[in-house]
């Protein structure tokens, strides 16, 4: 079954620095991956997912962006974060049988 | 996408089967259910699934109403480890494509 690696666990930025969370995923190949955001108390809120290299997809107008430079390798960015940004960031890719999504361990962003 | 209702939070005694409702009473007829749940600080865990019949696994089991605009999961004797916030979501989609809209879920408290 996949796996999927997240790093880093938990980051701490200011306000209008930039951002830089990676995804990685073992087991599987040509993965469909999702970057979702959970804040505190809310439930996940999908962010961008992609079907393949260089193919992303984006769920809600935002200050973030993704990438996907590799087959297995997923990118989360930001030039400048806000305070709204804080919160649970997860991967996800989609599993072998329908309806089935794996997720990473989380990264834990706090916007200071 | 159709929308799903759960309650907000339920308890449960532990080694006692638990029974969580969802109501969707938009679902269209190709539309699946699908279950997941959260620990605390840890990514979605997929549950089970299902699109008509009833459906058993490892973890759970789920019963689909007749018209389909109900469902619920049946954990058949809770523990512990089973406390978590439990999501119910609807998916309509080709498979390879899909993109799963998480609400806020049931939050299951298990009491020793």
């Known amino acids: 079954s996949q796996t999927i690696h997240q790093w880093p666990a938990t980051l701490v930025q200011p306000v209008g620095s930039p951002l830089s969370l990676e995804c990685t995923v073992e087991?599987?190949?040509?993965?469909?991956l999702y970057w979702y955001r959970q804040a505190a108390g809310r439930g996940l809120q999908l962010l961008f997912y992609?079907?393949?290299?260089?193919?992303i997809s984006s769920e809600v107008p935002q200050n973030l962006s993704a990438s996907r430079p590799q087959d297995r390798q997923f990118i989360l960015s930001s030039k400048k974060l806000l305070l709204s940004d804080s919160g649970f960031y997860l991967c996800?890719?989609?599993?072998?049988?329908?309806?089935?999504?794996?997720f990473g361990p989380g990264t834990r962003l706090t916007v200071t | 996408d159709a929308k799903t209702t759960q309650p907000n939070s339920m308890e449960s005694n532990e080694e006692e089967p638990v029974h969580l409702p969802c109501n969707h009473s938009t679902i269209s007829g190709t539309d699946y259910i699908h279950w997941y749940r959260q620990l605390p600080s840890q990514g979605p865990e997929y549950v089970i699934h299902g699109l008509t019949s009833n459906v058993n696994n490892r973890m759970a089991s789920l019963a689909i109403a007749e018209d389909r605009k109900s469902s619920t999961l049946i954990l058949h004797r809770a523990t512990l480890r089973d406390a978590a916030v439990y999501y119910c979501?609807?998916?309509?989609?080709?498979?390879?494509?899909?993109?799963?809209?998480f609400g806020t879920g049931t939050r299951l408290t298990i009491i020793p």
């Open positions: 087991g599987t190949s040509n993965p469909n």
């Open positions: 992609s079907v393949g290299i260089g193919q």
């Open positions: 996800a890719c989609l599993g072998q049988t329908r309806g089935e999504q794996y």
């Open positions: 979501i609807l998916s309509g989609y080709n498979f390879g494509n899909e993109k799963l809209t």
